[in-house]
């Protein structure tokens, strides 16, 4: 079965700074998605990033990127330039190819210091 | 206005009542699921449905029954609820007609069972 590992359960990042979230995930398939969710404390939960692992480059969006090393199953988060609006719990996320169901770790709480 | 909603927002109950979470989505997503969200787990798949009156099983079932007469809706429902089904619920959809469909989640329904 597939696993996420979030290994932060916390991080904090002054404003304006870059920060890295990191996530490893154990699977035996060639061919998966990876994604990063953000929740807020509103509890929505809202796609951030996602990663196709047959793709070499890493994806992009605005500030956030991701460094996708599939050799070493890891999908690290880089928010860069760090927001107050960027404070969230972030949850790293797997799905496979062979079903729809997502796995998700257990999340890192972000705080941003003004 | 289109978009995943969740009814009630929350709910307090009394151990051995039945409860069911309404979720109501509007873009004919074919793919419907059901998340708790739990303190140190992360979110964990209850049930899905990949389309009217087709339901499976996730990683917690037990305790919860599905139903999907309809596309768009999807409710949960705890035959008999125990304290330990005081969580976040969240329900989420998506298309499916792809793998690299994103998963659009609801704002989520928090219940406690005294």
């Known amino acids: 079965a597939q696993t996420v590992t979030q290994s932060q359960p916390e991080m904090s990042v002054q404003e304006a700074e870059t920060v890295t979230l990191s996530c490893t995930y154990d699977t035996s398939e060639s061919d998966y998605y990876l994604f990063w969710y953000k929740q807020p404390p509103s509890r929505q939960m809202i796609l951030v990033i996602r990663?196709?692992?047959?793709?070499?480059q890493n994806a992009t969006e605005n500030r956030f990127s991701v460094n996708f090393q599939k050799a070493a199953k890891s999908f690290s988060l880089k928010i860069s330039d760090s927001q107050l609006g960027d404070a969230a719990m972030y949850f790293c996320?797997?799905?496979?190819?062979?079903?729809?169901?997502?796995?998700f770790g257990k999340g890192t709480r972000l705080h941003i210091l003004p | 206005d289109a978009g995943i909603t969740q009814s009630p927002r929350y709910k307090i109950t009394e151990t051995g009542r039945q409860v069911t979470l309404m979720c109501h989505q509007t873009w004919s997503h074919s793919y419907m699921f059901w998340y708790r969200q739990d303190l140190g787990h992360g979110l964990r798949l209850i049930y899905y449905?990949?389309?009217?009156?087709?339901?499976d099983k996730g990683e917690v079932p037990d305790g919860y029954v599905v139903s999907r007469s309809k596309t768009e809706n999807f409710p949960l429902t705890l035959e008999s609820a125990t304290r330990s089904q005081t969580s976040v619920y969240f329900c989420?959809?998506?298309?499916?007609?792809?793998?690299?469909?994103?998963?659009?989640f609801g704002p989520g329904t928090r219940l406690t069972v005294l």
């Open positions: 989420a959809s998506n298309f499916g007609t792809t793998r690299s469909d994103t998963q659009y």
């Open positions: 449905s990949a389309a009217a009156d087709i339901t």
């Open positions: 996320a797997y799905r496979s190819f062979r079903d729809d169901k997502i796995i």
């Open positions: 990663q196709e692992a047959y793709k070499q």
